[in-house]
Each structure stands twice: as C-alpha cells, then as structure tokens.
C-alpha cells in the first residue's frame, strides 16, 4: 500500500508538473513572438517612418506563429494525455481482476 500511495503522489506530481509545464510553454509562446516580433516591426516603423504598417505586419506574423507552436504543443499533450488514459485504464482494470481473486 505505501509503494501505490508514492506511485500515486508521483503520478500526481507529474501531472502538475506537465500542466504547470504547459503553462509557462503557452505564456512562452504567445509573449515572446508578440514580443520579439512586435519590438522589430516598430524598430522598422521608426526607422523608416512608416507607422504602424510593419508594426501590424510583423504581429500578423507573431499571431501565425504563435498559433503553430500552440497546436504543436496540444498535439503532443493530447498523444501524452491519451497514453496516460490507457496507463489508468489498464491499472484500473488488474486492479478489478484481483479484487476478483
């Protein structure tokens, strides 16, 4: 019982340790590119004094790109969530067949 109690705890711990993984992934993801994108296309704007035009393209960009890394993202944790679910209803189901016992 104690090693299922642990088993359990560490279980646990690596689903919050994925959600707060994908968390900090998601904020990443979105903030960096508007970021980093957005602090060029206003470089460019001053730069050559056509405000807001690259500005707004160079966002347009970021928004692409942010939504590419975030259905990367939900496409690998979807895979991972899924094999967690087949883990648990494996364990679920010896665990009924030695009740049975």
Excluded: C, H
């Amino acid at each position: 019982m104690v090693l299922e109690t642990s088993s359990m705890s560490e279980k646990n711990k690596s689903i919050k340790q994925l959600v707060l993984g994908m968390a900090a992934y998601t904020s990443a993801s979105i903030m960096g590119p508007l970021i980093i994108f957005g602090g060029f296309g206003y470089f460019l704007d001053k730069l050559l004094g056509k405000y807001p035009l690259w500005t707004l393209v160079f966002l347009a960009a970021a928004f692409v790109l942010t939504n590419i890394l975030l259905f990367r993202k939900i496409k690998k944790l979807s895979a991972i969530m899924e094999k967690y679910g087949e883990e648990m209803k494996k364990k679920k189901e010896q665990e009924e067949k030695e009740k049975e016992k």
